[in-house]
């Protein structure tokens, strides 16, 4: 089952410059994108959301953009920073409004100082 | 700030036995679920709990599987006959109205020998 892709498992980028995370999605009918980020040893923590309804949504450094026709999401972060140095996850719920949630692969961010 | 927490860390067990999965819900959220994480895999959709019934459960949810809130706090996962494949990091999240947000736990790390 593999409604949500991260097709980059690794990325790694100088500090300071802009990191770009992407995720596509097959199922039409996600209406809602999450991403979290995970730390060896710890859960995945909630970073940022999107409604199908918004092309963009920003937090901080971190902003989400939705190309819905191409049914791709993508996440940045600018400046990078050394401590965003995670793997992180795409995710969306599934149909059934139960707050299943389908996770991608999952992209490990390296930012190197 | 309120975290999910979960025990024990780590669980080492032999195939055939039972083992239960703790988890301390954020105290005033509803919907409680269970992920695992196979080593190298996605994080994966076990099960979700609401008003003390599941509300939707995977196929790897299967009748070795079950879940509990035994009181007003805990909330468990139990494998009644681990097999090999279920050696996984198993993570509790909850949510509170907003079911997609959702907050994860730390993990449990069980291997089945």
């Known amino acids: 089952d593999q409604q949500v892709k991260q097709n980059s498992p690794s990325l790694s980028v100088q500090e300071g410059r802009i990191s770009i995370l992407n995720c596509d999605y097959t199922?039409?009918?996600?209406?809602?994108f999450l991403w979290y980020k995970k730390y060896p040893a710890e859960g995945p923590t909630f970073l940022i959301s999107?409604?199908?309804?918004?092309d963009k949504n920003e937090d901080g450094r971190f902003t989400v953009f939705l190309n819905k026709s191409a049914k791709h999401l993508s996440l940045h972060i600018v400046p990078s920073q050394p401590g965003d140095s995670a793997v992180y996850f795409c995710?969306?719920?599934?149909?059934?409004?139960?707050?299943?949630?389908?996770f991608g692969q999952g992209t490990t961010l390296q930012v190197k100082p | 700030e309120p975290e999910v927490t979960q025990t024990p860390s780590h669980q080492v067990t032999q195939m055939g036995q039972e083992v239960i999965l703790r988890c301390v819900p954020i105290?005033?959220?509803?919907?409680f679920y269970w992920y695992r994480q196979i080593l190298g895999q996605k994080v994966e959709f076990l099960v979700s709990?609401?008003?003390?019934?599941?509300?939707?459960k995977s196929e790897i949810f299967d009748d070795q599987f079950s879940v509990e809130r035994p009181d007003g706090s805990n909330f468990t996962l139990k494998i009644r006959s681990t097999k090999l494949e279920d050696s996984a990091m198993y993570f509790c999240?909850?949510?509170?109205?907003?079911?997609?947000?959702?907050?994860f736990g730390p993990g449990t790390r069980l291997l089945v020998l």
């Open positions: 999240a909850s949510s509170g109205q907003s079911q997609e947000t959702q907050y």
């Open positions: 199922n039409s009918m996600f209406d809602y």
């Open positions: 999107i409604s199908s309804i918004k």
């Open positions: 995710a969306a719920p599934g149909s059934s409004n139960t707050g299943k949630l389908i």
């Open positions: 105290s005033n959220h509803l919907y």
């Open positions: 709990f609401y008003n003390n019934e599941i509300s939707e």
